[in-house]
């Protein structure tokens, strides 16, 4: 599996490289009303609207600062943008070095992550992109569909 490594808030997390289609640099959104509070606002690269999530307002981790990067990824048809500071790097890892959840992590953090990765002296957590575009967006899915990935 290919894993892109991102900061955030000191932090080092994962996204699934299939589910990323660019990494943009940061620029202005313009905020929606009435939206979830970790989304930053919408803005228009290539003439497509994509919808930017501030993850670590997601994850309780405060505002990210502006600057960094957009890692846009496609879901379902839906074009979003998480905020990250930066990239670092796409890691090719097996299964054996994902290990499983334990009460060291944060309750946000165990219910949106697939596991840690151990890649030398760093832990990454690795995130599971489903459950956070379900929680922000769930009128994307049926309520099947929505039940089923929350009982992951």
């Given amino acids: ?3 892109l490594e991102v900061k ?7 996204f699934p490289v299939e ?3 660019e990494i943009v640099p940061f ?12 989304v930053e606002g919408i803005f228009m690269p290539r003439e497509v609207i994509i919808t930017a999530i501030d993850l670590s307002i997601y994850l309780n981790r405060g505002k990210t600062t502006d600057g960094g990067l957009f890692v846009i990824t496609n879901y379902r048809n839906l074009d979003v943008a998480f905020h990250v500071e930066a990239a670092l790097g796409i890691l090719r890892v097996e299964d054996a070095d994902i290990v ?3 009460n ?3 309750v946000d953090e165990r219910h949106l992550s ?3 990765i151990r890649n030398d002296s760093r832990l990454i957590i690795l ?6 575009i379900a929680e922000i967006q769930p009128d994307l899915l049926s309520e099947e569909e929505l039940k089923g990935i929350m009982e992951q």
């Fill in 1 to 3: 599996m290919e894993i």
């Fill in 8 to 14: 955030l808030a000191g932090n080092s997390f994962g």
């Fill in 19 to 21: 589910a990323v289609r």
């Fill in 27 to 38: 620029e202005k959104t313009t905020p929606v009303p009435n939206s979830n509070a970790c």
């Fill in 100 to 102: 499983g959840l334990d």
């Fill in 104 to 106: 060291t992590l944060g």
């Fill in 114 to 116: 697939k596991g840690i």
């Fill in 127 to 132: 995130l599971d992109f489903d459950k956070i």
